[in-house]
């Protein structure tokens, strides 16, 4: 199956700090429901949004380039290297890379007519992607989420990026428009009986004659289990990699479940490093984030903070960070460490076995205030999550909806005090009444008068955890012990990447409701066997 994406980019910047002009149509709105309704939630545009006549207009047909034609104009444009996703593939749930701050961004399907003639015309009703937004971070990066549409095979896609370009010799303003082509695969799981080779590269399915494949790591097939090999495919001058499954059984023995995978170590920290050394890469890793491996409040709360920043948390010990976190993070590449929590959590001794690091401490008197600092830190977002702090379940299960909206997590307790301004267009709380209370709501409501806000809760923690799944819709899953965090707290570094649901079970049972989420998907459990026995799912 293959799928031609082309990725446009639309540019009009003021480089000497003007403002910017965005391209994206109508204002998307939210219908309140008095429950939140999976089926009706519609993510919104981010901050960056404009009135329907101050857009440009793109009526007229715009030409579509490679990526490696148009590169260096990028560069000189924005004084710096630049970067897009020119190959999808079929698990993606976003496309992201990094262009320069103040620049729009928006998905639209194409008709294969627009592509055969390269060139394509852009109208809201095209629009494939969850929100419109203008890149915030200073550095430039983005992450665009994409709906969950019907494409079919041989569909065409645009990514439409706009900003303002002004000359320094004339003070001349230019409109730029750059389409750039992007190729959508599908990527397959191998099965090998136990001492077969396998060509991983065989996996890939709808690459372009002229892409490169390279192997990265070959999967050991020397016993059955499932294992992995690495890719890495280079196009158009833009090298992404892929992890391919690879399911080894002996002909003789009972088939392996494709759809497994077990991430654990002996006990909670080693767990942990298993999380961050499945999510992350080695050397090309900027920042770490230092939390309790003992208490769940503060890396909970710095979750939306870790996946924003594409950082993976590192737990510590009362004592300090276990030798083998200290090698993992000078493996990583990382260039600095954010510690989130007080001396009593995180010891001072930590900054000195980074003192190679750039390290900060982000830490309130209480875990309430630790995580009002950490809302500070993620920055402006359209979205806002409120969840239980007393206890972890409901703030862990938001985790997913935090990645889709890239939106904070805000713990509160029993009380009704919320910070005293809530700048955001909607508002999202995960867990029943008991949890956050009909109080805390109606301040809420109270600091965002005429936003839109959102309940989601189940009868259970479990059930909790499975509606969110069913709003993030996502087709791979991460199953976690809902009763016991030391492992469960591991799985924001596997949700990093976005594309995956958290779903909460007991050791040895999981509900009706979950069970029919995973069906015939892929599964990942975080912990090991005493956390969630063989039985449940059979590995």
Not at 75 to 93: A, L, M, P
Not at 246 to 263: G, L, W
Not at 439 to 468: C, D, H, W
Not at 481 to 501: H, I, Q, Y
């Amino acid at each position: 199956m293959k799928k031609n994406i082309s990725i446009v980019l639309s540019a009009t910047m003021f480089l000497s700090g003007l403002g910017y002009s965005s391209v994206f149509a109508d204002d998307v709105t939210l219908e309140i429901e008095p429950e939140l309704n999976p089926s009706a939630i519609k993510l919104v545009e981010s901050t960056g949004a404009v009135n329907k006549d101050q857009e440009p207009d793109y009526t007229k047909p715009i030409a579509i380039e490679k990526f490696n034609d148009i590169e260096a104009k990028l560069k000189q444009d924005f004084k710096k290297d630049v970067s897009i996703q020119n190959i999808i593939s079929g698990t993606d749930t976003v496309t992201s890379g990094s262009l320069n701050k103040a620049v729009d961004l928006a998905v639209y399907r194409i008709t294969d007519k627009e592509y055969a003639e390269s060139k394509a015309v852009l109208t809201s009703d095209k629009l494939v992607t969850d929100s419109r937004f203008k890149i915030s971070n200073e550095d430039g990066s983005y992450t665009i989420p994409l709906k969950d549409v019907d494409l079919k095979p041989g569909d065409h896609l645009v990514t439409c990026i706009s900003y303002r370009f002004k000359y320094d010799n004339t003070g001349k303003i230019e409109t730029k428009t750059y389409l750039v082509n992007t190729e959508f695969v599908s990527v397959n799981s191998i099965k090998a009986k136990v001492g077969e080779k396998v060509n991983a590269k065989d996996a890939i399915v709808g690459l372009p004659k002229d892409a490169n494949i390279e192997n990265i790591s070959i999967a050991d097939t020397s016993t059955e289990g499932n294992k992995e090999a690495k890719i890495r495919v280079t196009y158009q001058g833009l090298s992404r990699d892929f992890v391919i499954p690879v399911i080894v059984s002996d002909s003789t023995s009972a088939v392996v479940d494709p759809n497994s995978k077990r991430i654990s170590g002996t006990n909670r920290y080693e767990t942990n490093l298993e999380s961050i050394k499945n999510s992350f890469k080695m050397g090309l890793t900027k920042t770490v984030i230092i939390a309790s491996g003992e208490n769940f409040a503060d890396p909970l709360s710095a979750g939306p903070l870790a996946m924003k920043k594409n950082a993976p948390i590192v737990f510590s010990t009362k004592t300090g960070l276990k030798p083998e976190a200290v090698k993992l993070i000078k493996d990583l590449g990382a260039k600095e460490a954010i510690i989130v929590g007080g001396t009593n959590s995180v010891p001072e001794l930590v900054k000195n076995q980074l003192a190679r690091l750039n390290v900060r401490r982000i830490a309130g008197a209480n875990r309430y205030l630790t995580s009002k600092m950490l809302l500070n830190e993620f920055g402006p977002s359209k979205h806002i999550i409120f969840a239980d702090g007393r206890d972890f379940a409901d703030a862990l299960s938001a985790t997913p909806l935090a990645k889709k909206l890239n939106a904070p997590i805000l713990l509160v307790d029993k009380e009704d005090k919320v910070p005293k301004v809530l700048a955001y267009h909607d508002a999202y709380i995960v867990g029943g009444a008991h949890s956050v209370s009909p109080a805390i709501e109606a301040n809420i409501k109270s600091k965002m008068p005429g936003k839109n806000l959102y309940r989601t809760f189940g009868k259970n923690r479990e059930q909790t955890s499975a509606i969110v799944a069913e709003i993030v819709k996502y087709d791979v899953h991460i199953l976690a012990n809902g009763r016991v965090f030391a492992d469960a707290l591991s799985s924001v570094n596997l949700l990093n990447d976005g594309g995956k649901t958290l779903l909460l079970v007991d050791k040895n049972a999981m509900s009706h409701q979950v069970k029919n989420t995973i069906n015939g998907k892929l599964n990942y459990i975080i912990g090991g066997t005493n956390a969630i026995t063989k039985d449940l799912l059979g590995y």
